[in-house]
């Protein structure tokens, strides 16, 4: 099965900073997701076929890469966005997802 | 609006069964795949079953294959999950999800979640 390795596993960042995670797949995948997971809920779809945001997501988010790398980009975080991050891929059975970066706000 | 509401969740001993439902309302839920996915203690996502959106199709990683079996009941909007031969490693919380209509391999939504814990 693809192993997608996330990192950092934790970050902190200050209001108004940009932000950047990544994900690495252990081989190439067609496409990514992104899901957002606050505590005590349910994760959230936040970007689709690697670069495309979700329905009611902010414009601040975006998605890029290709092949094995990927990146989730907040272009200026704010407080609602400290929450753990998931990226998921389906370009082969089963689908598996990262183990997550928990995005802390400083 | 789009709602998915999972139930059934429960603490069962080792080798026990137990059947999850998740009632599904605001959308033609005929038309759309639909997914379990649990989330471990570690708060790791797991694929756990996909069912097509006709119910003919079904979809399992080896880790619950042949224990766990999706079903669909289209006239009722509900979606199961039975699982049998149950584990200590199976305790999760549950989500069931819907399969975006436009980007299949994605979950565009999910319900809140029913919790199985495995224990004697």
């Known amino acids: 099965q693809i192993v997608l390795t996330q990192s950092p596993a934790i970050m902190s960042a200050s209001p108004g900073e940009k932000v950047t995670m990544t994900c690495s797949a252990s081989s190439s995948v067609s496409y990514m997701y992104w899901y957002q997971q606050k505590p005590g809920s349910s994760p959230r779809l936040l970007i689709y076929d690697t670069s495309n945001l979700a329905s009611g997501v902010p414009v601040r988010f975006s998605g890029s890469g290709s092949g094995t790398s990927y990146s989730l980009t907040i272009s200026r975080m704010e407080a609602e966005d400290a929450a753990t991050y998931y990226c998921q891929q389906w370009s082969s059975y089963p689908p598996t997802f990262g183990a997550g970066t928990k995005l802390e706000l400083k | 609006e789009v709602q998915l509401v999972e139930s059934g969740g429960d603490l069962v001993k080792p080798g026990g069964s137990l059947k999850l439902s998740c009632a599904a309302s605001g959308f033609t839920f005929s038309s759309y795949g639909m997914s379990w996915v649990r989330q471990t203690p570690d708060k790791r996502l797991e694929w756990v079953a996909t069912i097509s959106s006709g119910g003919s199709y079904t979809y399992y990683p080896d880790s619950v294959k042949g224990r766990f079996t999706i079903s669909r009941d289209n006239a009722k909007n509900t979606l199961y999950l039975q699982m049998s031969s149950l584990k200590s490693e199976d305790t999760a919380m549950y989500y069931c999800?819907?399969?975006?209509?436009?980007?299949?391999?994605?979950?565009?939504?999910w319900g809140q979640g029913t919790s199985v814990t495995v224990s004697s």
């Open positions: 999800a819907r399969q975006d209509g436009s980007s299949p391999d994605a979950m565009d939504y």
